[in-house]
């Protein structure tokens, strides 16, 4: 297997996922609060925006990647969504469980790699992944994985950061590469994860890029919405064949 990108490292491929899910684990335990903190609060109104694309009917069947603390999971159940859960870091995979338990919600969870999904084919109405694509080795095989679990009509929403608009990239690189370590370090004690998240921002595909991505993985009828001028993006495509 080839060199992947971690941040602006190069890793052996077979090393990333183990990399990155020590980077969650670390982080963890400040994980909502550097959300809040870092973003402003604006990542609740972004995954509002996406729960309410994905258009998830009661009784549907929906799989959570990248689950982290549960915000989306908890959203989708909440319309009467049988939500599984699922992430490659243990101690987020456990925060979002908890999550779901202090709201009265019981839904199962499974510690998995999104390239090698422990799920039958067609087995999901939708298929959700905040803020984690970008993490992933192989997002062509992740995005596959992700389209074969979906069952005919079913519909993928990946919520990732993205390409800002271009007059604001300099002030975005000014507060990704100063303000965001220093936030990691004195918040959640490591500086390096958070340098790690701006890095990574700035190797994942653009908006178009990705859109093509999705097309070429099986699903249709693919577009993005721009978030915060394009600070984030949702792009969704559905499964139709």
């Known amino acids: 297997m080839k060199d992947a990108d971690f941040g602006y490292e190069r890793v052996r491929a077979e090393e990333k996922a183990a990399r990155v ?9 400040r994980y909502d609060l550097m959300n809040d903190l870092m973003s402003l609060g604006l990542h609740r109104a972004w995954k509002a925006f996406t729960v309410r ?5 009661p009784g549907e069947r ?11 999971a908890r959203a989708l159940a ?3 969504a049988d ?16 999550r779901m338990l202090d709201a009265g919600l019981v839904a199962p969870a499974a510690q998995c790699d999104a390239e090698r999904l422990p799920f039958r084919s067609a087995s999901f109405d939708c298929v959700t ?22 069952r005919t009509g079913g519909r993928l929403l990946v919520l990732e950061f993205s390409r800002v608009w271009k007059p604001l990239e300099k002030p975005y690189d000014f507060y990704s590469f100063r303000v965001l370590p220093w936030l990691g370090a004195r ?33 249709e009828q693919v577009e ?13 495509g559905l499964k139709l064949r």
Do not use: W
């Open 21 to 29: 899910a020590g980077v969650f684990d670390r982080v963890a335990g």
């Open 53 to 57: 694309l994905a258009r998830v009917r």
């Open 62 to 72: 929906v799989l959570d990647l990248a689950c982290g603390s549960g915000d989306l």
């Open 78 to 80: 909440a319309r009467g």
């Open 83 to 98: 939500v599984v859960l699922s992430d490659i870091s243990g101690r987020m995979l456990a925060l979002g469980r908890d």
């Open 129 to 150: 992944v905040g803020f984690g694509l970008r993490n992933m080795t192989r997002k062509e095989a992740a995005l596959a994985e992700m389209a074969r679990v979906l």
């Open 187 to 219: 918040v959640a004690g490591d500086a390096a994860a958070y340098r790690y998240l701006a890095e990574s921002i700035r190797v994942h595909p653009d908006q178009a890029t990705l859109c093509r991505m999705l097309e070429a993985a099986g699903l």
């Open 224 to 236: 993005y919405f721009n978030l915060s001028a394009g600070v984030a993006a949702v792009h969704r």
